[in-house]
Structure formats: structure tokens, C-alpha cells
Antibody, heavy 115, light 107 residues
């Protein structure tokens, strides 16, 4: 069965760029939507955006000016870049499969924005 | 954006109880609702999509209903492993949005 694993720095300085990668294993990355979501500590879930295997993306307007999601099918990976981060971007970041609702999730990675 | 309002935000229940969680959308979203279960320190788990279709492997004690703006998640015969936070999510239109969550605690 497909498995997803997030990776990337757990600490990012304010004003810098948060970069995360999700590695897909046990299944094909082609033919699916792939999604990033986040959850600030003790709070609810927020959808960040998704990408389809031909590079089509959809982003949350609240983050759109700072977000880029990309896909590398040769590595079975997709990535998230969030620029100009602040403390408000501190959260557990999840990657998942599915464009409308996620049927499979990664375990999540905590990213703290702090100097 | 479509707002999803869950109620209650938390509830206490006993093992064996039947629990109902409500989710209201700010506009008609037909049947485009999914439900997730999240336990502390873990990722959400998909339970239901299409308002009432169980995800593969999810026990039939979970059921969903509703259409338009009002939706419910029902859990029958509550067991210790069911104590968690539950979220609804709409996928009628972007941006996808979640309800605030309902924490089901042990009475």
C-alpha cells in the first residue's frame, strides 16, 4: 500500500523559506492529486494546496502569494516551498494523496519558525 | 470560502455509547463532505467521503449522512480506540476547508 513520508528542516528562521519534500513509496505518483496541509499546535487543519501529475496546481488564496508546490515524478516526490515565513507558520505539515479528500496521509513533520 | 461549522466542539461519552457529531456548511455543498479521525500526535485518518461512503477498511460502526448544508457523523458502540478528534471537510470548491473539530473524550 502507498506510504508517504515528509522530510525537511524542523526549524526555519523568520523571513526565510520553508522547504519540505514528500516521498511516495509503495505506489505510483502518477495519476493522482497530491496535497499539503498543516496544523498549528493545538489547532485545526488548514489546506495549503495540491498538484496533479501534469503540474496543475491549486493553492489556498490565504497563502497563494507565498506557496509553490512542485512534483518530481522521477523521484516519486512532491515538494512544498513557503516563503517569508513568520511564527504563524509554525505547524505540523502533512502531505497526503487525493485532490478532494485525502485517503492516505504522511505522519507529518513539525516545522517551527523561530530565530 | 465555504465555512464548515462543527458542533459540539467537544463531548464526553462512555464506552458503548452512540455519538453524533454535526457539521454545517455555509452554503450548499451537495454531498461533497469527508470525515477524518485524528488521535493525539498522529496524522488524520480518512473515515468517510461523499457524505456517507465508508473508506476502505473503516468499520461499519461509523456512518455519515446529510446533504446540502447539514451533515452528521455517527459512531455506534463507542470503544476506547474511538476517543479522538473528528473533523469534517468540504470539497465542493477550492479552497478546501475543514471544520474546527470535535474532541470525543471519555466520561
Amino acid at each position: 500500500q502507498v506510504q508517504l513520508q515528509e522530510s525537511g528542516p524542523g526549524l526555519v528562521k523568520p523571513s526565510e523559506t520553508l522547504s519540505l519534500t514528500c516521498t511516495v513509496s509503495g505506489g505510483s505518483i502518477s495519476g493522482y492529486y497530491w496535497t499539503w496541509s498543516r496544523q498549528p499546535p493545538g489547532k485545526g487543519l488548514e489546506w495549503i494546496g495540491n498538484i496533479y501529475n501534469r503540474g496543475t496546481t491549486n493553492y489556498n488564496p490565504s497563502l497563494k502569494s507565498r506557496v509553490t508546490i512542485s512534483l518530481d515524478t522521477s523521484k516519486s516526490q512532491f515538494s512544498l516551498k513557503l516563503t517569508s515565513v513568520t511564527a504563524a507558520d509554525t505547524a505540523v505539515y502533512y502531505c497526503s494523496r487525493g485532490g478532494n479528500y485525502a485517503d492516505t496521509w504522511g505522519q507529518g513533520v513539525l516545522v517551527t519558525v523561530s530565530s | 470560502d465555504i465555512q464548515m461549522t462543527q458542533s459540539p466542539s467537544s463531548l464526553s461519552a462512555s464506552v458503548g455509547d452512540r455519538v453524533t457529531i454535526t457539521c454545517r456548511a455555509s452554503q450548499d455543498i451537495r454531498h461533497y463532505v469527508a470525515w477524518f479521525q485524528q488521535k493525539p500526535g498522529t496524522a488524520p485518518k480518512s473515515l468517510i467521503y461523499g457524505a456517507s461512503t465508508l473508506q476502505s477498511g473503516v468499520p461499519s460502526k461509523f456512518s455519515g449522512s446529510g446533504s446540502g448544508t447539514d451533515f452528521t457523523l455517527t459512531i455506534n458502540n463507542l470503544q476506547p480506540e474511538d476517543f479522538a478528534t473528528y473533523y469534517c471537510q468540504q470539497y465542493k470548491s477550492y479552497p478546501l476547508t475543514f471544520g474546527g473539530g470535535t474532541k470525543v473524550e471519555i466520561k
